[in-house]
């Protein structure tokens, strides 16, 4: 469904993605996994058109991304879920997803999304009216890929969804994605918990300074001595 | 939401029956209060979304000059006179906008480019001093009582036009209150990624405001100058009337409809009423005093008074509630 071929971009002077090339096919969950720094976020930037593409090309099924704009991405069906979350704190949570489905073909099916976002996730129905700012950080995931799915997505980029959360709450945002996974939706995920990410996609890549160091399914990587060592302490 | 429509509606009505009332000074206060409160409004639809603008006078001084010259020189009445100033005020928003919002350029720095285009604008009307008049001013040319030149010896009819204005400016802010574009604003103001990643067009929204705040701002200037029949590129151009006019929307409280108001309210009161109390026997007093007042009302009351009293309002209301 997207698929990258030789992107490379960066900002000002700094190049940080080197000939990225990736699939992600419909209906699969795909990770990138890396380091600090290796470029993860930039390659979601660069997705969601949030930074330009320097060189290579770019396409979601079959048509070009590479030099539309970020709301012009999300109409394209690509919804992003940032790092950090970038909530919009003083909003409450219903206000979030409202905005969430800002453009028009969501905002007219915004009735059904909303239903369908609170029976995913029924805390968010319960916090509706509370401030984004005051929940607590498992919640402020919940709502932020709330969110990014009222846009009524075909693919969610989600980036480093553990950024920030307590172990415990991170296993609980990666048993939302596998449920998210269950609606049949493609997903996208960077992550720097290896472990974690590896046991709900199903192929993944691995990025080490601005390229692709590695490719397989998931049970591959899992078994890659060089992933074992690096990034599990294994 | 319906309280403050309440209230506006009273303040209306209440407005309607004090011409009557007074001597004409009065009538004239009123007047320039009115002009500037629908001015410091149309500064607020931005400013509350935390993109202050430095250059709206540049918009006053554009809406106030066009039509007054295109009378003079070429007898164009002012009712394509006044379109014609706000068309290049909007032409002046885009231009400054534009780069700027493509280039993120935003927050203290936002400030200073428009802080620049106010002065670009009074020094612009001070150099053509053969077509404006420099310095010196500039006089429309009387006609009397005239709907065509929209020149009214009056008071009165004046003090309709602004009560007119004013009524426009507030049904303005209620207009983008009532859409889903307040809310895409507000996400912008907090944070402009977060807000373009969930599909909204941050470029195109903030030249909306930006350019409905532009034309507002002029059609203030441009009634302001039909009212005053004169015009100084000091009083309706360049940083002090930019200053004043953030300062007293802020003052007032810009996350209400009737926050800019009261500014307008308090700062036109506060000055002229300094101005009679101390007159010339001591130059300078007046405006110190109404500095030292304005920082204080900033530092204690950001919200503005309508914001700190609303707040205070709320904070008694739940208590007066648990003592039935």
Known sequence: ?234 | MSRLGASAFALAALAAVLPAAGPAYFLHLLIQILIWASVYTAWALMGRFGFVSFGHGAFVGVGAYVPALLWNYFGLTPWVGIPAGIALAILVAVVIGYPCFRLRVVGHYFALVTLALSQVVLLTLVAAREITGGSLGFTPKAAGHSWYALQFPEKTYFYVIALMLWLLALSVWRWIDGGINREALEAISEDEDAAAAIGIDVLREKLRITVLSAALTALGGAIYGQYMMYLNPESVSGIAVSLQIVFAAIAGGVYSLLGPTVGALLTISLTEGLRVWFGVTFIGAANTIYGALLVLCIIFMPQGIVGTLRRAMAARAPKAAAAD
């Open chain 1, 1 to 234: 469904m997207l698929s990258l071929s030789a992107v490379s971009a960066g900002y000002g002077s700094f190049q940080v993605l080197f000939d990225v090339s990736l699939e992600v096919p419909r209906g699969e969950a795909v990770g990138v996994i890396g380091s600090n720094g290796a470029g993860k976020t930039t390659l979601m930037r660069v997705i969601s058109g949030l930074i330009p593409l320097r060189a290579g090309t770019m396409t979601l099924e079959g048509l070009p991304l590479a030099g539309l704009p970020a709301h012009r991405i999300v109409e394209q069906g690509i919804a992003h879920v940032p790092e950090h979350r970038r909530l919009f704190p003083r909003l409450t949570v219903e206000e979030n997803l409202r905005i969430g489905a800002f453009i028009p073909r969501a905002r007219r099916r915004f009735a059904a999304q909303l239903d369908r976002v609170y029976a995913l996730f029924p805390r968010l129905k319960e916090r509706r009216q509370q401030p984004a700012g005051t929940l607590s950080g498992g919640e402020q995931q919940m709502c932020a890929i709330g969110r990014a799915l009222m846009s009524d997505p075909k693919l969610l980029l989600l980036d480093e969804p553990s950024a920030g959360l307590a172990p415990l709450v991170v296993r609980q945002v990666f048993e939302l994605i596998r449920r998210i996974r269950g609606e049949g939706l493609t997903v996208l995920i960077v992550e720097q918990n290896v472990q974690q990410v590896l046991d709900v996609v199903d192929r993944a890549y691995l990025l080490e300074v601005g390229a692709i160091r590695l490719a397989g399914t998931a049970d591959e990587l899992k078994g890659n001595r060089f992933i074992r060592q690096s990034y599990m302490g294994l």
